[in-house]
């Protein structure tokens, strides 16, 4: 399998994120990348695709400031901060992630899935109720998340 080396930038982030996908997850976003410069309404908002063995990713298009890709590696690995079982989510205009211990209570998975069948065009659902590993009630508005990192295996099976 052909692999794409991404550096992303994100409105109000001053740091690239580098990550690698594959041939058709990096065609898929490209087309929608495009096709949204070109104003067209009827785009995917975000695209949800494998990053490593373990980690996916969930980028809103309308958040992407720059995306430079290349077939050779274009700079170092991307580390994500994640607790064990996590998920981190960095929202528009905050510097740090919101980072969750996921103890598997809420919709994480609908949430994921539903955000990559959503267009453009469509209203993203307001907000999210989800519980952190300490029961903790973590409450935020889906419309302000650029990108998001979790762990494969919470979004494969059902919430």
């Known amino acids: 399998m052909s692999t794409r080396f991404l550096r992303i930038t994100f409105y109000t982030r001053e740091e690239a994120v580098r990550i690698n996908i594959g041939e058709s997850d990096y065609a898929s976003l490209m087309v929608g990348i ?27 298009v309308k958040e992407v400031q720059f995306l430079q890709s290349s077939r050779q590696s274009n700079g170092h690995d991307w ?3 994640l607790k064990a079982g996590g998920v981190a989510f960095y929202l528009r ?7 969750l211990d996921y103890s598997g209570q809420g919709p ?17 659902p307001g907000c999210i109720m989800l519980t952190d590993g300490s029961g903790e009630p973590v409450f935020f508005r889906l419309d302000e998340v650029q990108f998001a990192v979790v762990c494969t295996e919470l979004i494969r099976r059902p919430s």
Request: hydrophobic share 50%; charged share 15%.
């Open 79 to 81: 580390s994500p901060v």
């Open 93 to 99: 205009g905050r510097t740090h992630p919101l980072v």
């Open 34 to 60: 495009k096709a949204l410069a070109a104003g067209q309404a009827r785009v995917p908002a975000f695209y949800l695709f494998p990053v490593s063995a373990e980690l996916s990713a969930l980028i809103s």
């Open 108 to 124: 994480l998975d609908d949430m994921f899935h539903g955000l990559a069948t959503a267009t453009y065009s469509d209203e993203v």
